[in-house]
T-cell receptor, first 112, second 110 residues
Framework: DAEITQSPRHKITETGRQVTLACHQT?????MFWYRQDLGHGLRLIHY???????NKGEVSDGYSVSRSNTEDLPLTLESAASSQTSVYFC???????????FGPGTRLTVT | LAKTTQPISMDSYEGQEVNITCSHN???????ITWYQQFPSQGPRFIIQ???TKVTNEVASLFIPADRKSSTLSLPRVSLSDTAVYYC???????????FGIGTKLQVIP
């Protein structure tokens, strides 16, 4: 069965370190998204991609970057982790714009 | 982007029908209305999507009036397992950047 996975599921890192969160989908979807979820803020879009080599900034993109070298993967990199980036991160994918998004299980990141 | 407004929280007893209304006054002609459900420690899950009038699936119904400035998600005979956060989204086919907002936290009481 097709699926979307995230790794690691839990990560503790120190301030200033570079961190990369992986997202892999086997739906063969064109669109992929990264969100962060914090209490009181719901889900906020970080970056999104419409296809290979395409990336776009979302509403909270500062301090994050993504690259899309193939259809299946959209890794999220925190260039220099900050305590404000402690959050739960969700990756999602969809076939087209109006289609439902399929979400991964999430990665809980703690920056100390 | 069309902004959505929905209640922050709702309580309901088991077995009752629950209606969650979402307002989206600035909805565009080509926007769809989509609802997601999220359980604790999980990613959101698609429930239902509609454009106008009424849509029904095995989980819920979605009612959309003619002016499309609001929509109502209806959950028939809720159970404890329906306790979750429900998000209303508005998005168009060619514009994929959607806003989830805070959602409505539904608590089902025994």
């Amino acid at each position: 069965d097709a699926e979307i996975t995230q790794s690691p599921r839990h990560k503790i890192t120190e301030t200033g370190r570079q961190v990369t969160l992986a997202c892999h989908q086997t739906w063969n979807h064109n669109n992929m998204f990264w969100y962060r979820q914090d209490l009181g803020h719901g889900l906020r879009l970080i970056h999104y991609s419409y296809g290979v080599h395409d990336t776009n900034k979302g509403e909270v993109s500062d301090g994050y970057s993504v690259s899309r070298s193939n259809t299946e993967d959209l890794p999220l990199t925190l260039e220099s982790a900050a305590s404000s980036q402690t959050s739960v991160y969700f990756c999602a994918s969809s076939l087209t714009g109006a289609d439902e998004q399929y979400f991964g299980p999430g990665t809980r990141l703690t920056v100390t | 982007l069309a902004k959505t407004t929905q209640p922050i929280s709702m309580d309901s007893y088991e077995g009752q029908e629950v209606n969650i209304t979402c307002s989206h006054n600035n909805i565009a002609t080509n926007d769809y209305i989509t609802w997601y459900q999220q359980f604790p420690s999980q990613g959101p899950r698609f429930i239902i999507q509609g454009y106008k009038t009424k849509v029904t699936n095995e989980v819920a119904s979605l009612f959309i009036p003619a002016d499309r400035k609001s929509s109502t998600l209806s959950l028939p005979r809720v159970s404890l397992s329906d306790t979750a956060v429900y998000y209303c989204l508005v998005n168009s086919g060619g514009y994929q950047k959607v806003t989830f907002g805070i959602g409505t936290k539904l608590q089902v009481i025994p």
